[in-house]
C-alpha cells in the first residue's frame, strides 16, 4: 500500500522560504521516479521538480535557481526547498511516485505567498 503525505506548507511573505516534505510508505524503490506538482484554482496540475535514480533532477524554468526537490530514501521523505517564494507560486503543491507501473499522489499542501 503505497502513501504520501505532504506537509510543510503555510503562509509566508514574497521572498521568503518554506520546506515542503512527503513522507511515502510503501515498497518504494529508491530509483523510483518522484515529483512535486503544483496546483491553483482554475488551472491544471503542473510539474514543478522531479528526481529519479541516482538523484537526478529537474526543475521547470519558472522555479529553476530557486527551488531544490531532494530525497531521503533512508527517511522514507522527499523534499522540495523553495527559497525567494514569489506570489505566483501560491497552489496546493502535491507529491507524486511511480511504483508498480502506476502514479501514486498525496493529498496536497497549501503554500501562500503574499505580496
Known amino acids: 500500500q503505497v502513501q504520501l503525505v505532504e506537509s510543510g506548507g503555510g503562509l509566508v511573505q514574497a521572498g521568503g522560504f518554506l520546506r515542503l516534505s512527503c513522507a511515502f510508505s510503501?515498497?518504494?524503490?529508491?530509483?523510483?521516479?518522484m515529483a512535486w506538482y503544483r496546483q491553483t484554482p482554475g488551472k491544471q496540475r503542473d510539474v514543478v521538480a522531479s528526481?529519479?535514480?541516482?538523484?537526478?533532477?529537474m526543475h521547470v524554468d519558472s522555479v529553476k535557481g530557486r527551488f531544490t526537490i531532494s530525497r531521503d530514501n533512508a527517511k522514507n521523505t522527499m523534499y522540495l526547498q523553495m527559497d525567494s517564494l514569489k506570489p505566483e507560486d501560491t497552489a496546493v503543491y502535491y507529491c507524486s511516485v511511480e511504483a508498480f507501473g502506476r502514479y501514486y499522489w498525496g493529498k496536497g499542501t497549501l503554500v501562500n505567498v503574499s505580496s
Open positions: 510503501g515498497s518504494i524503490p529508491s530509483s523510483a521516479y
Open positions: 528526481i529519479t535514480s541516482g538523484d537526478r533532477t
